[in-house]
């Protein structure tokens, strides 16, 4: 079964820093690439940045600069580094990952979604 589970998130003073961490595992051929979506309370889920297997990034331009997403291709791991926060980052922050993976049915390539971890930035 193909897990993704996410760590790192909770309270922090607003211009403070956390790092989340996204763990994949499971029969992974192959992670095509890998993302960090976020999820305020009635707002629509907002892709943040997003990771490819040659490493090239690409990031929202609300995050740019203060946000950076690195992996770690042995330990099947993306990681989130997220500093300056301000309120408004407060959501829940999701993992998201395109992933060649193997079962009875052989290969097959779809997109898997981590549980979720709470980021609150207030003073």
């Known amino acids: 079964q193909v897990q993704l589970v996410e760590s790192g998130g909770g309270l922090v003073q607003p211009g403070g820093s956390l790092r989340l961490s996204c763990a994949a595992s499971?029969?992974?051929?192959?992670?095509?690439?890998m993302g960090w979506y976020r999820q305020a309370p009635g707002k629509e889920r907002e892709l943040l940045a997003r990771?490819?297997?040659?490493?090239?990034?690409n990031y929202a331009d609300s995050v740019k600069g203060r946000f950076t997403i690195s992996r770690d291709n042995a330990k099947n791991t993306v990681y989130l580094q997220m500093n300056s926060l301000k309120p408004e980052d407060t959501a829940v922050y999701y993992c998201?990952?395109?992933?060649?993976?193997?079962?009875?049915?052989?290969?097959?390539?779809?997109?898997?979604w981590g549980q979720g971890t709470q980021v609150t930035v207030s003073s």
């Open positions: 499971g029969r992974i051929v192959r992670i095509n690439s």
């Open positions: 998201n990952g395109d992933l060649t993976t193997y079962d009875s049915g052989g290969l097959r390539a779809r997109i898997y």
């Open positions: 990771i490819t297997s040659g490493s090239t990034t």
